[in-house]
């Protein structure tokens, strides 16, 4: 009995582990209709707590990477994917957030392209999901993804991170489907419009977007993302 206490005791003076985990945002087609809408991708759970429940990508960062390194070495390890927008986006350290054991998560999140989305890899346990269709997650998921997904609502409404979810080239009328797909709800077309036209940072070319039964629409260019948004702090 003395040792058991004792043991207890041990295990709640040491500190909590660490863990890695990435909320990936990406924009894929409604399959009722085919307009834009958020989707992310889950790792099902293979092991207790919560077996069989789906999860976000993570795990513990290695003695020699830094955190960023260890979001990305994961997400590469369970999805493929290597987003050029990662950032840290909060720490989550709730003292029953995960069962038996108390457990420190640095979250990240990250938007990627289309393109990039349809490369990512899938299987059994690796499956993408619309944003506002995940049903039970494992641990406290849910409460992560709604906060990233009212980070990305809130820097769409000021910054250029929606152009981090298009190619490099796209129509007016994509982007202000990235900006409804994010924010859920519709947006008046012509004033819309108007605002992006008038953005210097949105550079019309002399290419057009092609296969479309009416006269096909310009293709324009962003021209402030060299990389990362600027107003992005990831740390490392």
Request: hydrophobic residues 40%; charged residues 20%; proline residues 8%.
């Amino acid at each position: 009995m003395y040792a058991s206490s004792a043991n207890i005791s041990e295990r709640q003076a040491a500190p909590p582990p660490l863990a890695i985990s990435t909320v990936i945002f990406a924009l894929r087609p409604s399959e009722s209709s085919g307009r834009p809408t958020l989707w992310i991708p889950l790792v099902r759970r293979i092991r207790e707590p919560f077996l069989g429940l789906w999860a976000l990508p993570g795990g513990p960062p290695s003695a020699v990477e830094s955190l960023q390194d260890a979001a990305s070495r994961n997400l590469a390890e369970t999805t493929g994917l290597a987003p050029e927008y990662l950032e840290q986006l909060y720490a989550f350290g709730g003292l029953h957030r995960s069962p038996g054991q108390r457990v420190v998560s640095i979250v990240y999140w990250a938007l990627v392209q289309p393109t990039e989305a349809a490369m990512a890899a899938e299987s059994e346990n690796v499956k993408w999901f619309r944003a506002d269709r995940l049903g039970d997650l494992a641990f406290d998921h849910q409460h992560i993804i709604d906060y990233a997904l009212g980070r990305l609502r809130n820097k769409v409404a000021y910054g250029s991170v929606a152009y981090h979810l298009l190619g490099e080239y796209f129509t007016l009328a994509q982007v202000r489907e990235v900006y409804e797909a994010v924010l859920d709800r519709e947006l008046d077309p012509a004033n819309f419009r108007r605002e992006l036209k008038a953005s210097p940072e949105i550079v019309e070319t002399d290419k057009y977007l092609q296969g479309g039964k009416h006269r096909p629409p310009r293709l324009y260019r962003f021209t402030g993302l060299p990389g990362l948004d600027p107003d992005n702090r990831s740390t490392p």
